[in-house]
């Protein structure tokens, strides 16, 4: 594996605690209105004159429908712009968006007025379906509906992540020239963020290599406005308030009438339960047996199960093992080639796939100790590392 992809593994491995403990906060002087987490890395797909960010890998099967549902009661007015604007990108995408009362759905909206929460999407695309039904996955702050044009932008701009659409400053041959040193400071203020979650948010860039050729949109509904003080030559962008041709072209090029082209491995990961932790003295070690269901779409991919040891303060263990070392990292780890059109239901009922550790791979720092383990799932596909899922810490004894 190469230098580039271990150290995006790597830092997508550190990141999990600092991304998820993220405060969203709003203000009417900083002009941002999406707070959604896009898959760390070079992993852009753009396939589209002129430009857009898309990710392939987390894209909906094409002409599929999407069931969306409410997770509260909310205002009904507001319900029905939801409705309407998410619609919209059945004009120009593959794809139609079923609203139901109840029952299960790929997109859980759930609505709030106030509450500092913001506007985003727990990820995108298929990422989407990593969280359990009980839970929302997208999250509107009808209090910024201000105006017909703020509603529509803002319900508009969340539903693109929901197909898998990126924000479109991140794109790689925008030529945005940052004042960051500003930017990490009013950020740190005013949103709460560090400089890793700015730099996460704004300051990526993805691999030119999927630019092919095509030009920035700055008119993208998946553009942040970009205030003059952001800048150092004082560029900016306003709000965008309808879908760009841009847009508009990249959809109809990712979920195409006819067949799609630029097809990629999509594997999602759902229904994770649990993760048994078993030690034993006759095999003197420690094995892992997660518990989820793993479906495969598009075309056939590795994938790496992987377990990385945390210490008490939930920061990832370093490692000088040869064979229990991933990137660094304290790991026990397997892969496996999966080919598309499945649905495997993984250690449920029976233990079918271990991820085990001796004794004498535990690093001296964690060992004898009560620790955590975090469950990650990783597709790899040419020059690609995507992150599929991550679980929530498990309490993990080391004692032997």
């Known amino acids: 594996m190469k230098l580039l992809q271990y150290c995006l593994l790597t830092a997508s491995i550190a990141l999990v605690v600092t991304s998820n403990a993220q405060t969203k906060k709003q203000d009417t002087d900083k002009k941002i209105g999406c707070v959604t987490i896009e898959p760390f890395g070079f992993n852009a797909f753009d396939t589209a004159n002129p430009r857009g ?12 429908t ?3 549902k409410f997770m509260n009661t909310g205002n009904s007015k507001y319900k029905e712009l939801v409705k309407k604007y998410a619609k919209e990108w059945e004009q ?12 299960d759905a790929q997109i859980r909206v759930l609505l709030t007025s106030g509450d500092g929460g913001g506007h985003y999407t727990r990820g995108l695309g298929i990422q989407l379906l990593n969280y359990p039904q009980s839970e929302f996955n997208l999250h509107l702050d009808t209090s910024d509906f201000v105006s017909p044009d703020a509603a529509y932008r803002t319900i508009v701009h969340e539903f ?26 009013r950020y740190k203020l005013l949103q709460g963020w560090n400089k890793e979650m700015v730099d996460a948010q704004l300051f990526v860039k993805y691999n030119t290599s999927y630019a092919n050729g095509t030009k920035y949109d700055p008119k993208s509904i998946m553009h942040y406005p970009i205030s003059r003080w952001e ?46 932790i078993e030690k034993s003295n006759v095999k ?20 790496i199960y992987l377990t990385v040891f945390y210490d008490e303060e939930g920061n990832p263990v370093s490692t000088t093992s040869k064979d229990f070392n991933f990137s660094g990292l304290a790991a026990t780890n397997k892969s496996t080639v999966l080919l598309p059109g499945q649905k495997i239901e993984v250690n449920k009922g029976k233990h079918d796939l271990e991820l085990f550790i001796p004794y004498s791979e535990i690093p001296q720092s964690i060992s004898n100790k009560k620790v955590s383990a975090r469950f990650f799932v990783f597709l790899t596909d040419k020059e690609e590392f995507k992150k599929l899922y991550v679980s929530d810490a498990v309490a993990c004894n080391m004692v032997k």
Not at 96 to 101: A, I
Not at 161 to 183: N, R, Y
Request: aromatic share 14%; hydrophobic share 35%.
């Open 231 to 276: 800048t150092t030559d004082g560029y900016y962008v306003d709000w965008n308030s309808s879908i760009s041709e841009g847009d508009k072209n990249i959809v109809k090029a990712l979920y195409p009438k006819g067949t799609r082209t630029n097809e990629v491995p999509r594997f999602s990961v759902t229904n994770f339960s649990k993760m048994d």
């Open 284 to 303: 003197n070690g420690v094995s892992f047996y997660p518990s989820f269901t793993i479906s495969t779409a598009g075309k056939e991919g590795r994938v």
């Open 53 to 64: 960010l898309a990710d392939n890998y987390y894209l909906w099967d094409n002409g599929k």
């Open 160 to 185: 693109g992540h929901a197909i898998g659409l990126m924000h479109e400053h991140m794109s790689p041959v925008s030529g945005v020239k940052w004042d960051k040193t500003a930017v990490y400071a």
């Open 92 to 103: 120009y995408a593959n794809l139609k968006f079923q609203f139901v009362e109840s029952g």
């Open 66 to 68: 999407l069931v969306v």
